[in-house]
């Protein structure tokens, strides 16, 4: 069965760009998340989706957005990048949505960098 | 406000003896706990978890000890290999609410 893949997989952009990451979950997985990975932060949650919809959202500010198509294959999206958005940015897919009694598949994450 | 918590960033320890990651969490809602572990290059891969309504969960070399009343878990590992040098997060969740990650931390294991 095939993973979790993320593209791409490393992307190099300037302050004031937008940015589009692309994640496709394993075949049969209807929820994905998504989290940002800083040094010395961890892995902070920015949103997640099941069935097309959002159903949580962490506290990033609206330049960060998501979708979810019908094939469960999800994007995000950051707008007006800044310095402080250089980091890895991983998408995770699961059988149902929620994080209890429910294992989340990572990918191997996007690391992006702006300039 | 960092709701779980991992206070150590780095933790090196010789092979072949315990590794013991710890973690703490201030939210009693959380009734659902995780451990990953991550390489460099790759997404986190889930190791373990455990119930609120456990106090241990062991598979394998690995076992997760849960203190509720002190909001405390562990992570040991025994014996300690090469093969386990990585960063270690925990995890906690609740319900159908996302799940909420520590900082982490670095195990380097001294051949």
């Known amino acids: 069965k095939a993973g979790v893949t993320q593209t791409p997989r490393y992307l190099i952009k300037t302050r004031g760009q937008q940015v589009t990451l692309s994640c496709s979950p394993i075949s049969g997985h209807r929820s994905v998340s998504w989290y940002q990975q800083t040094p010395g932060q961890g892995l902070q949650f920015l949103f997640e989706y099941f069935s097309e919809t959002q159903r949580n959202k962490g506290n990033f500010p609206g330049r960060f957005s998501g979708r979810q198509f019908s094939n469960s294959r999800s994007e995000m999206n950051v707008s007006t990048l800044e310095l402080g958005d250089s980091a890895l940015y991983l998408c995770?897919?699961?059988?149902?949505?929620?994080?209890?009694?429910?294992?989340?598949?990572f990918g191997p994450g996007t690391r992006l960098t702006v300039l | 406000d960092q709701q779980v918590k991992q206070n150590s960033p780095s933790l090196s320890v010789q092979e072949g003896r315990i590794s013991i990651l710890n973690c703490d969490y201030t939210?009693?809602?959380?009734?659902?706990f995780l451990w990953y572990k991550k390489y460099p290059a790759e997404g986190p891969t889930f190791l373990i978890s455990i119930s609120s309504i456990k106090d241990k969960n062991e598979d394998g070399r690995f076992t997760v000890f849960l203190n509720k009343s002190a909001k405390h878990l562990s992570l040991h590992i025994v014996p300690s290999q090469p093969g386990d040098s990585a960063v270690y997060f925990c995890?906690?969740?609740?319900?159908?609410?996302?799940?909420?990650f520590g900082t982490g931390t670095r195990l380097t294991i001294i051949p």
């Open positions: 939210n009693s809602m959380f009734d659902y």
């Open positions: 995770a897919s699961s059988l149902v949505a929620g994080g209890s009694y429910n294992e989340q598949f």
């Open positions: 995890a906690a969740s609740f319900g159908n609410e996302k799940l909420t």
